[in-house]
């Protein structure tokens, strides 16, 4: 009988000095898996935000999460590229940023929870969305540039490849 407490049961891997390729990928899947779901729900927090009117207050509250950073000589790079990026962000486009952010995290708060679930469909929807958002990333980082687009694309064909291998391994299971 195994202690309930034991974290191999919740990995569905057994516990030794090594761990299997196989539970190594396993880990991997979920650990990307709730990052993903962790992200949506800041998109959707974000979402959230917006339309309750934080664009107008955004400078001002970067400025003052940043403050020491930016208080130091020279100012942190990033601390100083956040204020002025937020700085540039038009009131104007607060609609457009709402959708966004709230299409977007649901739809991976939606897919990471139908994961966990088990949901056998899943994991085709999962690589779909994720593969219309790298295209999409990749167009913006086109017309707009920015390495951000660039690493979330990295991560976003990261985790599609981990959810090919994790339904593969798992249709083996299926019968």
């Known amino acids: 009988m195994r202690d309930t407490d034991d974290v191999s049961v919740l990995?569905?891997?057994?516990?030794?000095s090594h761990i299997s390729p196989k539970a190594a990928n396993h880990l991997l899947f979920l650990v990307t898996l709730i990052g993903k779901g962790v992200l949506g729900l800041i998109q959707l927090a974000s979402a959230i935000a917006i339309y309750l009117g934080a664009m107008d207050h955004l400078p001002r509250i970067i400025r003052w999460l940043f403050s020491t950073e930016l208080a130091e000589r020279p100012p942190s790079?990033?601390?100083a590229q956040l204020v002025k990026l937020t700085a540039q962000v038009p009131a104007s486009e607060a609609s457009f940023y709402t959708i966004y952010f709230a299409a977007h995290g649901a739809l991976h708060v939606g897919v990471v929870v139908a994961l966990l679930w088990g949901?056998?469909?899943a994991y085709d929807a999962a690589v779909v969305v994720l593969a219309v958002f790298v295209v999409y990333q990749?167009?913006?980082?086109q017309l707009t540039g920015g390495t951000l687009l660039l690493v979330l694309s990295a991560i976003d064909v990261a985790v599609i490849?981990?959810?090919?291998?994790?339904?593969?391994?798992?249709?083996r299971h299926w019968g």
């Open 11 to 16: 990995f569905d891997c057994p516990m030794s």
């Open 77 to 79: 790079l990033i601390a």
């Open 119 to 121: 949901a056998r469909w």
């Open 138 to 141: 990749l167009i913006e980082w």
């Open 161 to 171: 490849y981990l959810t090919v291998r994790e339904k593969r391994e798992r249709s």
